[in-house]
């Protein structure tokens, strides 16, 4: 999968794409990302990107024509015409809140443009040639950087062969509509603290039948929207 973010601050994924599962997924070729600085797609001497709103107002909204020509040139075409497979995020508080099953559905994309707001937010006309609009939570932030990397980080670990052991994946939270099972590790006891004897064991029935249970109990308790 390709990742293109498009920010008037890209600097700021460099390390965050260096670490972890970015970087293993990069160094298997499973992801290729890419931050670009939406000022290189403007006109002018200036490299403007925001100006007054229509109608006053406080702050500064930004222009769709960078947006546009920074899709243009990333997708080598209209962003309106879209190849298969392609889908193209403005992130947006506005937009539809994120969830598993969303990172599911993008997870399948083989490409991605994100792109970030900042200011006041983005000219409603960029919404005309995006395919999604997505938000990361019902609260403002100040820019789409971090959500763009919320998006990144819950898509990468998706893609086949990124994460070492796959099955683990069946059973964290959210993935079949519950939270997970609590977790130990060493020591058994700790703070007068025992890890739940059924786990030491050894019998691996009875182990998955309460990590069952207490996923159920767990999601009841903390969410029971789900
Ligand atoms: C300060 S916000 C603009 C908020 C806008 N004035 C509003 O009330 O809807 C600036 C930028 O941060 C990003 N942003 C803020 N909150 C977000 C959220 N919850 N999810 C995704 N992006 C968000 C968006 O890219 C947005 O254009």
Request: negative net charge; charged residues 25%.
């Amino acid at each position: 999968m390709k990742i293109d973010i498009v920010s008037i601050f890209p600097e700021v994924f460099e390390p965050v794409f260096r670490v972890g599962m970015s970087r293993l997924a990069q160094e298997r070729g499973l992801l290729e990302l890419a931050a670009h600085d939406l000022r290189d797609f403007t006109a002018d001497k200036h490299r403007r990107v925001d100006d007054e709103p229509y109608g006053g107002g406080p702050g500064m909204v930004m222009k769709p024509e960078p947006f546009y020509a920074a899709m243009t040139a990333l997708l080598g075409g209209s962003p309106f015409v879209l190849p298969k497979g392609v889908r193209t995020i403005l992130l947006t508080p506005q937009g539809v809140r994120l969830s598993q099953p969303i990172v599911d559905g993008l997870s399948k994309a083989e490409r991605l443009v994100i792109l970030c707001g900042r200011y006041e937010g983005v000219d409603a006309r960029v919404n005309t040639f995006v395919t999604d609009e997505i938000s990361v939570g019902d609260y403002v932030l100040s820019g789409g950087e971090i959500g763009a990397m919320v998006l990144v980080d819950a898509v990468g670990r998706l893609i086949s062969g990124v994460l070492g052991a796959e099955a683990s994946l069946d059973e964290e939270s959210f993935s079949n509509g519950l939270l997970e099972y609590p977790q130990y590790t060493r020591p058994a006891s700790w703070l007068g603290l025992p890890v739940p004897d059924v786990l030491v064991s050894g019998d691996h029935g009875a182990v998955k039948e309460w990590r069952r249970r207490m996923a159920e109990l767990r999601t009841r308790a903390r969410r029971p929207d789900l």
